[in-house]
């Protein structure tokens, strides 16, 4: 186990030490090395990201369920299933908030037009992201993700919605 203290990273500053310990037991954690000499070594640690839009403007840490009085599941547990219904139930508010965009065509999301649903995704290779989309638009979205590195975001911190319902 590697110590996620001791690591360089802007994550710990957005992701408190029990969500990052918990995204660690999930296997979700990606990790950077680089060596700026033979002395000096950088671990770059990058949890779980929001991709609220495909614009590296709309990238949210993943937000702690406890911290916002989630009421369904305490984060110790919860498994990634629960983490995805929790995140669903943050993102619906962040829709309803008029903050989401399609990943693929852009457009700003609706809870309320059925007759262009949205879907969230999950994608968990180099990088581990929930993202939001149309599901006529799902075709496209390997396309857009080609080539995308965590380590190129820079996530802000989430927003504070109240997730006590659904
Ligand atoms: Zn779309």
Same mark, same amino acid.
């Given at each position: 186990?590697?110590?996620?203290?001791?690591?360089?990273?802007?994550?710990?500053?957005?992701? $408190?030490? $029990?969500?990052?310990?918990?995204?660690? *037991? *999930?296997?979700?954690? !990606?990790?950077?090395?680089?060596?700026?000499?033979?002395?000096?070594?950088?671990?770059?640690?990058?949890?779980?990201?929001?991709?609220?839009?495909?614009?590296?403007? $709309?990238? !949210?840490?993943?937000? +702690?369920?406890?911290?916002?009085?989630?009421?369904? #599941? =305490?984060?110790?547990?919860?498994?990634?299933?629960?983490?995805?219904?929790?995140?669903? !139930?943050?993102?619906?508010?962040?829709?309803?908030?008029?903050?989401?965009?399609?990943?693929?065509? +852009?457009?700003?999301? =609706? +809870? +309320? $037009?059925?007759?262009?649903?949205?879907?969230?995704?999950?994608?968990?290779?180099?990088?581990?992201?929930?993202?939001?989309?149309?599901?006529?638009? #799902?075709?496209?979205?390997?396309?857009?993700? #080609?080539?995308?590195?965590?380590?190129?975001?820079?996530? !802000?911190?989430?927003?504070?919605?109240?997730?006590?319902?659904?």
């Amino acid at each position: 186990m590697s110590d996620l203290e001791g690591s360089e990273s802007i994550e710990s500053a957005l992701v $408190d030490g $029990d969500l990052l310990r918990w995204f660690e *037991q *999930q296997h979700l954690l !990606r990790t950077l090395v680089i060596a700026e000499d033979e002395e000096h070594i950088t671990e770059v640690v990058r949890a779980p990201m929001l991709l609220l839009s495909a614009r590296e403007d $709309d990238v !949210r840490a993943a937000p +702690n369920p406890d911290a916002l009085g989630y009421p369904e #599941k =305490r984060l110790g547990e919860m498994t990634l299933n629960d983490f995805h219904v929790f995140l669903l !139930r943050w993102a619906t508010r962040a829709v309803d908030a008029g903050l989401v965009r399609c990943f693929v065509c +852009n457009e700003v999301l =609706r +809870n +309320n $037009d059925l007759d262009v649903p949205w879907d969230g995704i999950f994608v968990s290779e180099d990088l581990v992201a929930w993202l939001f989309i149309h599901f006529d638009c #799902k075709r496209g979205l390997s396309r857009e993700l #080609k080539g995308r590195s965590p380590f190129e975001l820079h996530p !802000r911190p989430p927003e504070v919605f109240d997730v006590s319902h659904d």
